[in-house]
């Protein structure tokens, strides 16, 4: 499917408020946008309603009743969603996905807007653009890239380009000085190997970086994990040979906390 890089309207799938799930802030109110439209086909995906441009963007009031409105929209009506959803609590505005990159005009505008008004921003990627991370990143507090392995997806095809510039990305935020936060979703112990290559593969920049968290996320349904606490050590003391304590094992919290 080709995605329209879209300027000053874009396509969003839902605006509302909750608690980060994944990663260091788990747990910390947000403001999530979900921009609509995906180029990847993970297969742990569990947003799949989130992957094409869809007709209707679902917007949550303070009350907690939901209002659909269509897409695109404007900078306006995202940065107005936003602002009636703010509460003490919030720690930052997430732009999430589908991949917001894949909108990139559109999400300058956006963050530039939000940060006008005062607001952190915490960008969460697939990290498949280097190029278009790069033109975004001064306008972010916050990288989250989910580097994806190769057994993410359903197929090998153009695999290593993609693993390219999730690498590149993760040197890109890191340089530009932002907190960045890499996460990969383990979906059984045959994923060790991989996991110990992209340390490896990202130690050269990341290891001494001041600002850099590793997160190790096992795939997470409402019932919780299957993933052995003795497995998550493995992953774990594997990435501390290259980032000491700044490795994390999180489930998504949220599915716990029965937050959306
Ligand atoms: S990158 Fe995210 S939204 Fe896209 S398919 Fe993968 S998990 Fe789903």
């Known amino acids: 499917m080709e995605f329209l890089r879209l300027g000053p309207k874009g396509y969003v799938a839902e605006i509302f408020s909750s608690f980060q799930g994944e990663g260091p802030y788990v747990g910390r109110r947000q403001i999530f946008v979900r921009f609509a439209g995906c180029n990847l086909n993970c297969v742990y995906c569990d ?19 939901r209002r659909e409105v269509k897409n695109p929209l404007s900078v306006t009506q995202v940065a107005d969603s936003v602002r009636r959803l703010l509460t003490p609590d919030v720690h930052s505005v997430s732009f999430t996905g589908g991949e917001p990159l894949l909108q990139d005009a559109f999400v300058v505008a956006v963050a530039k807007s939000l940060r006008e008004r005062g607001l952190s921003t915490y960008l969460e990627t697939n990290g498949f653009s280097a190029e278009r991370l790069s ?21 090998d095809e153009g695999y290593e380009n993609l693993y390219e510039n999730e690498l590149k990305c993760v040197r890109i935020a890191i340089e530009s000085g932002v907190e960045t936060i890499v996460k990969v979703v383990v979906l059984g112990k045959g994923d060790l190997g991989d996991v110990k290559k992209l340390c490896e593969d990202i130690s050269e920049f990341a290891t001494a970086a001041p600002n850099f968290y590793f997160v190790i996320q096992p795939v997470t349904s409402p019932n919780g994990i299957k993933l052995s606490a003795s497995d998550l050590y493995g992953f774990s003391e594997a990435a501390g040979e290259f980032f000491k304590d700044r490795v994390m094992a999180i489930p998504q919290v949220h599915k716990l906390l029965k937050a959306p």
């Open 47 to 65: 947003t799949p309603y989130a992957k094409e441009h869809t007709k209707l963007c679902s917007i949550e009031f303070h009350s907690g009743e």
């Open 135 to 155: 033109n975004v990143i001064k306008l972010f507090d916050f990288a989250a890239i989910d580097v994806k392995l190769r057994e993410h997806l359903p197929s």
